[in-house]
């Protein structure tokens, strides 16, 4: 069998397209996978890394960019030729679209070629663009059950979000620095501003904590710097990187998360059984984040501060109260692997090679 898997731009939409491929690999050693993205998208910079091929697209969004929507339409059609292209010189028995610029043309596209066609929703509040193809492709796979009055019931299935092998490899235990409490930051794929500068801030409301205390830090390429030069005027015990390729092997040295809450995100932490607290990115479409939080929040796994009322005092008082309350810290865990689902992969290859077999 072969199946083309749509979509990227960030790792919240390319890794579970990424986990979704390496099942379907394994298998049988003779199926093949190709992505369709951008070539401004993450899937540009690591695929290739990670052994797989890509295609490109040329796409971009429309919502709220102005003028540049315009633009932004008008290469629609073009990006839809070039998927009737890749589609027909590839020949898949299934196109999955993952979210993402690219996903809209290559799931419609394949839609009206009369290919089997899915497409897996990563967040609570489904996007506009899932909404739309939902329409038309055979079969819907959402991460929460949050999202099933947004889709047609009759093909839609709660899955949940793939997750890559090497979360379920590495032990939740793993990797830890002696007795220091370390704390993983992140803000996605691209690093976060204002978790960046709210994380600085909190440092000397933490100093005397210093010798408790160890971060892990994913800034961005434009804060590695700054950053890096914060903790180490504090002398705090810190890495620093402005990406880290090998997120399964960080979660596994982190005792608390501090991150935005992509869909990917969450569900890397639940399948890790890791305690976060999340800091919602209030632009993304209509605050997805926020409501993908809460589902943690509201379960006993995880806290959430708005980015409106964040700053370094609260931000170093939370990392006090939960470093200082293990009792706590673990409950927070157990709940958070509970809402973890190792199988979300294997149910949307399982439904993918079901839905080739009717053909």
């Known amino acids: 069998m072969k199946m083309i898997i749509a979509g990227g731009g960030t790792g919240g939409h390319l890794f579970p397209g990424v ?4 099942e379907f690999l394994k298998r049988d050693k003779e199926n093949g996978v190709l992505f369709i993205g951008t070539e401004r998208g993450l899937e540009a910079r690591v695929l290739k890394d990670l052994g797989f091929e890509l295609r490109l697209i040329t796409i971009e969004g429309v919502k709220g960019r102005g003028l540049r929507s315009i633009v932004a339409l008008i290469k629609i059609p073009w990006s839809l030729m070039q998927s009737f292209g890749i589609i027909r010189s590839f020949s898949p028995d299934v196109v999955v679209g993952v979210g993402g610029y690219a996903s809209g043309p290559a799931v419609m596209a394949a839609c009206l070629m009369g290919i089997r066609t899915a497409i897996a929703e990563q967040n609570a509040l489904p996007g506009v663009t899932n909404r739309i193809l939902a329409k038309f492709v055979r079969r819907i796979f959402v991460s929460f059950s949050e999202s099933l009055k947004w889709m047609p019931p009759e093909k839609t299935v709660v899955s949940g979000n793939p997750i890559r092998s090497g979360f379920f490899e590495t032990r939740s235990d793993s990797g830890k620095a002696g007795d220091r409490f370390t704390v993983l930051v992140f803000g996605g794929s691209q690093g976060a501003h204002r978790i960046n500068e709210a994380v600085k801030d909190a440092l000397p409301h933490l100093e005397e ?4 205390l160890r971060f892990i830090h994913q800034t ?15 002398g705090m015990d810190a890495e620093v990187f402005p990406f880290i390729r090998d997120m ?21 932490i639940t399948a890790c059984g890791k305690t976060a607290v999340f800091i919602p990115f209030p632009f993304a479409v209509n605050d997805h984040q926020t409501g993908n939080a809460r589902v943690l929040v509201e379960a006993g796994a995880a806290e959430m501060i708005a980015e409106k009322g964040l700053d370094g005092g609260k931000l170093a008082h939370v990392i006090r109260r939960l470093s200082a309350d293990p009792a706590r810290l673990k409950a927070m865990e157990e709940k958070s692997r509970s809402l973890g689902n190792p199988r979300a992969a294997a149910v949307i290859v399982d ?5 080739v077999a009717e053909a």
């Open 220 to 234: 961005g390429e434009k804060d590695a710097e700054d950053v890096e030069r914060a903790y180490r005027e504090r």
């Open 248 to 268: 399964a092997s960080a979660y596994s040295k982190a005792d608390l998360l501090i991150c935005r809450a992509g869909a990917t995100s969450i569900a890397e």
């Open 351 to 355: 439904a993918c090679v079901e839905m």
């Open 19 to 22: 986990a979704i491929a390496e």
């Open 209 to 212: 904590w210093r010798d408790r």
